[in-house]
Nanobody
Framework: QVQLVESGGDLVQAGGSLTLSCAAS????????VGWYRRAPGKRREFLAR???????LVTDSVKGRFTISRDNAKNTAYLRMSSLKFEDTAVYYC?????????WGQGTQVTVSS
């Protein structure tokens, strides 16, 4: 059974940093693509970054230079390092693994940035 569990969300002041974790079970993230998304209040889900099985990374332009995606294969965990946080980064953050049968999502972790 595939399970993704996000953690690390918090209340942080603008300009601060956070690292979100996505712990996977039932799959090996080292051989799968892992993505990070977010949904802000009243807005559509937004793609942020992904890391492929080869380790190639992609970060969307809107957060490039502030957000970094990485993974620890030994811990079977992916990370989203966020810095220089802005009020508009307030959202629920989700990790995603697309598999052949369906996309898998975690339950999300709340990030709130105070201005």
């Amino acid at each position: 059974q595939v399970q993704l569990v996000e953690s690390g969300g918090d209340l942080v002041q603008a300009g601060g940093s956070l690292t979100l974790s996505c712990a996977a079970s039932g799959i090996m993230i080292s051989i799968n693509t892992v993505g990070w998304y977010r949904r802000a209040p009243g807005k559509r889900r937004e793609f942020l970054a992904r890391i492929t099985k080869s380790g190639s990374t992609l970060v969307t332009d809107s957060v490039k230079g502030r957000f970094t995606i990485s993974r620890d294969n030994a811990k079977n965990t992916a990370y989203l390092r966020m810095s220089s946080l802005k009020f508009e980064d307030t959202a629920v953050y989700y990790c995603n693994v697309p598999l052949a049968d369906r996309d898998y999502w975690g339950q999300g972790t709340q990030v709130t940035v105070s201005s």
